[in-house]
């Protein structure tokens, strides 16, 4: 049998003595000269070792794995081969028992083997993922050591081991000054003993969307199968997620490799790995209860290299994602698109530094505040692996970006993270001990000084575990981030049928008069879910054919904390003796003159008006009792009087309009709070006629 080789990039290397401190013992080879008196043990265990091998060389994690066997019963035979000993160390640091690495690397440094330097880096990884940082630090030193520094052949070597004794420099620092939270694993109802990543909660909190590499499908790649990826959802009932379902055949090909990118703010657009054209970005919508068959994005979005993950912004007009294009060293970095007024996206463009690093950059979300970047990064200050990490948009430029922290972050890889709109609670995937399986999907809650009792009417954005795998607590207070984000969740029925209706919502930024984001609400519930972010004055327009147009007025101008609110809109056909609201028609105080926030409210007049010619209305104008009433009379008149003029100046025949001034008399809320008077200074109209 020919003696094994691994081929690491570090070639043999004259034996010296070491700074730690370990024996030397003499390497043994699986030869007949080693073992004179046992022929049959040797020719079995080099059977083992040449099916762990075959498996081992395949170079996945998951044949790594499978090969584990095959080389611990040839150890057991001859447990003093430095080669064999640091494939076993190896094989054990790519699953979730890395702590029986230790052992087999340690035994490896003590041979006399020319792999020393191979087994001394490996050695370093073993305590860095261990948490025995000083200890990796040392090995790693001994590693460089060894190596030629001179020789072009280590420059790569060198740089590793430069990057990972930092990454042990930081792993001490954050581990000193823990964040607050706890850690949940989501449990063996949905974790598996494979693969779990990429968790996309869906607008209500019902449905989790994910992507795992399980048996439902296998490609065979060498000597051993492995599974391709497919996107699979789990629902909420009762507090506890059901099994994992995988999405039909419209979302997930039959033989190719398919994974959720990304969700929408309000849940119903899909982002999604179309593993054509060397893997690119595509989308399906939520039509009624199913998904559409996946779009391709386009060309602006996607190229001849890699896409994967893509994050939309909160109002829908600029898509942030991670490609490797136009780098020679394969890495990834984020990339941005902007849509224009038509709706077609424009080409990407870098997002640059201070985000970009010289390494990869994965798995981008911006938050629904529209300013907050998360994203991965096995470079910036990571304490390994890849991290998470966050920058804000502040002053036309992102801010340099801010690790995490422990227990958020470990020395293994840290991905996929996703906070909700409250910032309260969060998701990601990860690949750390105590796991179910490879990477596993974890559950973050940021606290302050106590665990909170969670309820399922919390929050009906979170999913709540019921018997977590695993918790972490630690135990520093921070200041949980309470991200100034409004969530309106809009239900829109028909108002004498109750039944939901396909309505287009538009909102509208008052102070600029312009139209921020236009959806369409689900056509089998009539609900649709969009996060606003403080600090403006919105504009919320509801049309459907055949009825009447419905607005609200969301002024959130001065909110700095999160909110939720809920509206059960219910619209009126064009009939005679209907009354609309018009929330978004505003004066100046004690005036009739229009205020220019007041622009796209009556454009949305002057449309319905053109859309239904024989409609005829009356526009009145309403105060609180506050003041004189014959004041209130006119000032009520004058303002319904200065919507007409405006009506009529955009082209609307005079006779189809009337106008009148109620004043106080009739008030649709009590007079007695400042909420309540808000309410009746009001605008109105009424459908008179309609043929």
């Known amino acids: 049998m020919k003696k094994i080789h691994i081929y690491y990039g570090i070639v043999a290397l004259a034996l010296l003595s070491t700074n730690l401190t370990f024996a030397q013992q003499q ?139 930092a990454e042990c420099e930081t792993a001490k620092e954050l581990i000193k000054n823990p964040v607050n939270v706890f850690i949940d694993n989501f449990g063996a109802v949905v974790n598996s003993s494979f693969s779990e990543y990429g968790p996309l909660i869906n607008a209500d909190g019902s449905n989790l969307y994910f992507t795992s590499s399980r048996p439902d499908t296998k490609t065979i790649v060498g000597v051993e199968e492995t599974f391709n990826e497919n996107i699979y959802v789990t629902y909420r009932k009762d507090g506890e997620w059901t099994a994992p379902v995988k999405l039909d055949n419209s979302i997930n090909s039959v033989n190719g490799n398919d994974a959720a990118a990304g969700i929408s703010p309000s849940g119903d657009i899909l982002f999604v790995f179309l593993s054509d054209n060397g893997g690119d970005l595509g989308y399906t919508v939520l039509n009624g209860n199913t998904w559409t068959p996946k779009q391709t994005l386009g060309n602006a979005i996607n190229s001849s290299a890699h896409e994967a993950s893509a994050s939309l912004s909160p109002d829908g007009r600029t898509l942030y994602f991670v490609s490797n294009r136009n780098n020679p060293n394969g890495n990834h970095q984020i990339y941005y698109s902007n849509r224009d007024i038509q709706g077609i996206w424009m080409p990407a463009r870098p997002i640059g530094k201070p985000v970009a690093s010289e390494y990869d950059e994965r798995a981008v979300f911006i938050h629904p505040n529209g300013k907050t970047l998360y994203f991965s990064s096995n470079g910036h200050n990571t304490m390994g692996g890849y991290d998470i990490f966050r920058s804000d948009f502040e002053n036309g430029t992102w801010t340099t970006p801010v690790n995490m922290g422990y227990p958020i972050n470990t020395p293994e890889d840290d991905l996929f993270f996703m906070l909700n709109a409250s910032g309260r609670y969060a998701y990601f995937s990860s690949f750390r001990k105590g796991g179910l399986g490879l990477y596993d999907l974890y559950r973050i809650t940021f606290i302050g000084e106590e665990k909170p009792t969670i309820s399922v009417s919390e929050d009906n954005l979170i999913a709540y575990m019921q018997s977590p795998l695993n918790e972490i607590l630690v135990e520093k207070k921070v200041q949980v981030d309470q991200t100034a984000v409004t969530l309106i969740k809009v239900t829109v029925k028909d108002a004498k049928t109750n039944a939901p209706i396909a309505a287009n919502i538009e909102i509208t930024d008052n102070d600029l008069s312009e139209i921020i984001a236009a959806f369409t609400t689900n056509s089998q519930t009539g609900s649709y879910m969009v996060a606003l972010p403080s600090g403006k004055n919105y504009g919320l327009a509801v049309k459907a054919k055949d009825y009447l147009f419905y607005s609200e007025n969301i002024d959130i101008r001065d909110h700095t904390e999160y909110q939720e609110i809920q509206k059960e809109i219910l619209m009126n056909s064009a009939k005679v003796g209907e009354k609309v609201v018009l929330s978004n028609i505003f004066f100046k105080v004690g005036s009739a003159e229009l205020s220019e926030a007041s622009t796209m409210e009556l454009n949305r007049m002057v449309t319905m008006l053109n859309e239904l010619p024989n409609l005829r209305i009356e526009v009145s104008g309403h105060t609180d009792n506050t003041g004189p009433a014959e004041f209130n009379q006119m000032l009520s008149k004058n303002r319904a009087n200065a919507v007409v003029d405006y009506l009529i100046r955009a082209g609307i025949s005079a006779d189809r309009l009337t106008y009148v001034g109620y004043g106080s008399d009739q008030p649709i809320a009590p007079n007695t709070t400042a909420e309540g008077r808000t309410a009746n200074r009001r605008t109105e109209f009424k459908v008179l006629e309609t043929e």
């Open 27 to 165: 390497n043994v080879e699986f030869e007949k000269k080693y073992f004179p008196k046992n022929k049959e043990g040797l020719k079995f265990a080099k059977e083992q070792l040449e099916l762990g091998v075959e498996r081992y060389q395949q170079g996945s994690v998951l044949h790594k794995l499978t090969a584990l066997p095959y080389l611990l019963a040839a150890n057991d035979f001859n447990p003093n081969n430095a080669e064999l000993n640091i494939m076993i160390g190896d094989c054990y640091l790519r699953s979730t028992e890395k702590d029986q690495a230790l052992p087999y690397l340690e035994k490896a440094v003590n041979l006399s083997s020319p792999l020393k330097a191979k087994a001394y880096m490996l050695l370093g990884e073993a305590y860095h993922l261990n948490y025995e940082f000083d200890k990796a630090i040392a090995a790693f030193a001994e590693c460089k050591r060894l190596l030629n520094v001179k020789a072009k052949t280590y420059s790569s070597d060198m740089q590793r081991i430069a990057k990972k004794t």
